[in-house]
């Protein structure tokens, strides 16, 4: 049974920096991919930021482009999202998600379809 399991997530101020983690356990190869997702209140969720499990394979959405990284260990089945120049428009409850990386890539950056496993998300504030 696939498990998703986030952690990182608290308070910070503008411009600090968070890092966020994403344990997977439960798959039986690296074909599939993971992906952060982060929904405000009053907002609709929206993909913040994909990558692929076997090929690395990533996106960002454009609020986040040059302030986010995400990247793997495939050892670990961990993701990580390394948030920096935080702003109070990132607060929001992130969660991961995983699955195969063609439905999880079109969820992520078309909203398109429905994704399997979700972790049980972790809030992100960031206030002064």
């Known amino acids: 049974q696939v498990q998703l399991v986030e952690s990182g997530g608290g308070l910070v101020q503008p411009g600090g920096s968070l890092r966020l983690s994403c344990s997977a356990s439960g798959f039986t190869s690296d074909y599939y991919a993971i992906g952060w997702f982060r929904q405000a209140p009053g907002k609709e969720r929206e993909g913040v930021s994909c990558i692929s499990m076997s090929e690395g394979s990533t996106y960002y959405t454009d609020s986040v482009k040059g302030r986010f990284t995400i990247s793997k260990d495939n050892a670990k089945n961990t993701v990580y999202l390394q948030m920096h120049s935080l702003k109070p428009e990132d607060t929001a409850v992130y969660y991961c998600?995983?699955?195969?990386?063609?439905?999880?890539?079109?969820?992520?950056?078309?909203?398109?379809?429905?994704?399997?496993?979700w972790g049980q998300g972790t809030q992100v504030t960031v206030s002064s």
């Open positions: 998600a995983a699955d195969d990386p063609r439905v999880l890539f079109k969820f992520c950056i078309l909203g398109i379809g429905q994704l399997t496993y």
